[in-house]
């Protein structure tokens, strides 16, 4: 009680703690096609608002316009909905989390992982949602084709990696022979 008479109020310093009633309620809501999306597909957002004279659409805070949008990137976006009503004071918002994965899966057979000098040894390569590729022995690139033959030069250690990639995303497996 004797913090209440002493102290502010934090329901007199927020921010809406003293803004101005809505005499016409509004109620944002949206609904989207997706919330898990591959790199590169498009999500529908459709506005099941109320009430909203005008309207905002944004991604992560930057504003984008129509009901369709591509998302080229992987990663969880945050789209949200703002809306004003007829009188200004009347404003809401709704969002709803997108979350975009990298189709591409890099993989590689190969029949054994010791090999005896200037033997060859073939990876084939079987990786998914890819169409250029970048195989490298010990970080150094060797070859943009989809399979790959590696003779051991001299006694060692390899690293053999191979990074697939499409227009909008990559990965990338690695073996040690």
Do not use: H
């Not at 609904?31 to 999500?43: F, M, N, Q, W």
């Not at 659409?57 to 009503?85: A, E, H, K, M, R």
């Not at 060859?120 to 084709?145: C, G, K, M, Q, R």
Request: aromatic share 10%; hydrophobic share 40%.
């Amino acid at each position: 009680m004797i913090d209440a008479l002493e102290n502010e109020r934090f329901s007199l310093i927020k921010p809406d703690g003293c803004a101005a009633l809505c005499d016409d309620p509004i109620a944002a809501d949206f609904s989207a096609s997706a919330t898990e999306i591959l790199a590169g597909e498009t999500v529908t957002f459709i506005d099941n608002s109320t009430g909203a004279v005008t309207t905002t659409w944004t991604i992560d805070g930057i504003p984008f316009s129509g009901n369709d949008y591509t998302f080229n990137d992987i990663g969880t976006f945050s789209v949200q909905l703002s809306i004003i009503g007829s009188d200004p004071a009347c404003r809401d918002k709704s969002n709803i989390l997108i979350k975009v994965k990298c189709p591409v899966k890099s993989d590689f057979t190969f029949p054994k992982t010791e090999i005896v000098t200037n033997e060859l040894l073939s990876f084939s390569n079987i990786s998914t949602a890819a169409d250029t590729y970048e195989w490298t022995v010990n970080d150094t690139p060797v070859s943009s084709a989809a399979d790959f033959d590696f003779s051991q030069i001299s006694s060692g250690i390899y690293r053999v990696c191979l990074t697939a990639k499409n227009a909008f995303c990559e990965s990338k497996k690695c073996v040690r022979i």
